[in-house]
Nanobody, 123 residues
Framework: VQLQASGGGLVQSGGSLRLSCTSS????????VGWIRQVPGKEREGLSC????????YYADSVKGRFTISRDKAKNSVYLQMNSLKPEDTAVYFC?????????????????WGQGTLVTVSS
């Protein structure tokens, strides 16, 4: 499964970004999709996951209330809306897929990964 993550960029603290995850040649509806981020020198951190049905969605405590994951079946896409961004949200963000959002906080749970997109939040 080939995944493409996009939408990263530079934003000021308190701002918003929307990340997109798409797939060429595969239907994302068939998969649970997760968002994971990595700060250089640190372990990858699972942020959110959404099952193929769209419900429920899961969030790490670090982003709960600020980030929202959603699916658009017509566009074969999964989004991560990120609001109230903080400098500590600066990282490379990845999307990845698995059959279910089971152990979604762990990077080892996911079978296929897209390339990352860099999010930089300035203070």
């Amino acid at each position: 499964v080939q995944l493409q993550a996009s939408g990263g960029g530079l934003v000021q603290s308190g701002g918003s970004l929307r990340l997109s995850c798409t797939s060429s040649g595969h239907t994302l509806d068939d998969y649970a999709v997760g968002w994971i981020r990595q700060v250089p020198g640190k372990e990858r951190e699972g942020l959110s996951c959404i099952n193929s049905s769209g419900k429920p969605a899961y969030y790490a405590d670090s982003v709960k209330g600020r980030f929202t994951i959603s699916r658009d079946k017509a566009k074969n896409s999964v989004y991560l809306q990120m609001n109230s961004l903080k400098p500590e949200d600066t990282a490379v963000y990845f999307c990845a897929v698995d059959s279910l959002c089971s152990n979604w906080l762990s990077e080892y749970e996911y079978d296929y990964w897209g390339q990352g997109t860099l999010v930089t939040v300035s203070s």
